[in-house]
Structure formats: C-alpha cells, structure tokens
C-alpha cells in the first residue's frame, strides 16, 4: 500500500481528536434530549425508495407478534413488501435475541431491500437528518440515551456534528442494584461516522471488583 492513504487517515484521526478534546465536553455546554423514544418514522434514508416500513418482531412468536412502527412513501407497494419477514434484525432486545427491528424497502426499481443488521440500519440512515436519527444511530453502536443525568443523556452540536453523553445500552439489561453505571462520551458527524470518545465510571458501587 502506498503511504499517502495511511497518512491522509491519521490526519483524520488527529483532526477527530481535536474536535473531541475535553473542552468541548463541558457539561455546561450540553442540552439534555427530551425523550429516548427511537422516533423510526423520522429517519430520511441515505438513498431513494419508493416505499419501506419498519418492523418490530418478538422473534419466539414472529408474525404473530409483529407491529409496523413506522412507514413512509407510496403505500400501494406496501404489498410487495407484506408477506417478507427476517428472523434477524437490529437494535437487539435485552436477552438472547428474542425482539428487533428491521426495516423492508422498496427501491426505485422495485427490488425489495432487507435492513435486518446494524451495519445495514446504519447505511439506510446515512447522513445525520436531526436529533431523532442521532438517537437511533447512538442506539445502533450499543449506546443509550438515559434521561436521568446530563452526563448519560445529552449532546452539544457543533456546526453539523454532535458530541455525545449516552449511557452504557448494555447497563440498560442489568439490575440497578451492585452494577457499577458508565457515562460515555462519543462523536458522531454529520455523514454518520460515530467515534467512542471515552468512559468515565460513576456512581461506583463498593465490595464488587
């Protein structure tokens, strides 16, 4: 491989950590989200359809526990689209893989498109569109938006791009009682690049380490 690729992605990782320095982390600075409901019927996708849906699904009892949590575009294609079903899918419940979402989409040639993984939801969604596909993208790299403290559940944006304190998604799965809990600081940019920043722990519990 020739050197430039290699020095050009360390400049954009120096340039990443500048935008993240510990300045810009001040709390102070930082607007707490108003919910942490995954708003599906606010996403733009990064492409064009003429029609997709979004699914939730219990994947013990499947169609027949299956909800439409959103839908967009021209509703005659709903029918190419009825009878798919995925027994996979992203932002995984709690436990072993028994709820999740996945998207089926109808492209301008009238294939049929399966968002049924995080890499895919991630792709679907593309360019940061607002505040609610922040919130879906955080979710899609195992973060949370926990409502209870600034430092679990707020950002800062900074010109198109938005710093991050989320909480832990897999803290969300464990008891409250004996877990220690995690602040994490994180950078997601306009075009959906998300960058892990740093954990800090709080609220320590005693006698567990």
């Avoid at 499947?62 to 798919?84: F, H, I, P, S, W």
């Avoid at 109808?106 to 792709?123: F, Q």
Wanted: glycine share 8%; proline share 3%; hydrophobic share 35%.
């Amino acid at each position: 491989m020739k050197p430039f690729p290699l020095i050009f992605l360390l400049f954009t990782n120096v340039a990443i950590y500048a935008q993240t320095n510990s300045s810009k982390f001040d709390i102070k600075e930082f607007t707490p989200f108003e919910s942490n409901t995954l708003r599906f019927d606010k996403i733009i996708p990064d492409g064009e359809y003429l029609y997709w849906r979004c699914l939730y699904t219990d994947a013990i009892l499947k169609k027949e526990k299956e909800q439409v949590v959103a839908e967009y575009g021209d509703r005659k294609y709903a029918r190419l689209v009825k009878k798919k079903y995925s027994g996979r899918g992203f932002l995984v419940g709690c436990g072993p893989a028994f709820c999740y979402y996945y998207i089926v989409a109808v492209r301008k040639d009238k294939t049929i498109e399966m968002i049924d993984r995080d890499e895919l939801l991630k792709s679907f969604v593309g360019k940061v569109d607002g505040i609610e596909e922040v919130k879906i993208l955080a979710k899609a790299n195992r973060l949370y938006v926990n409502l209870k403290r600034l430092n679990t559940g707020s950002y800062r944006k900074i010109g198109d791009d938005y710093l991050l304190y989320l909480f832990d998604d897999m803290q969300s799965c464990l008891p409250g009682d004996g877990q220690d809990e995690q602040s994490v600081k994180a950078f997601l940019t306009s075009k959906g690049d998300f960058t892990l920043v740093g954990r800090t722990f709080y609220n320590k519990k005693p006698g567990i380490h």
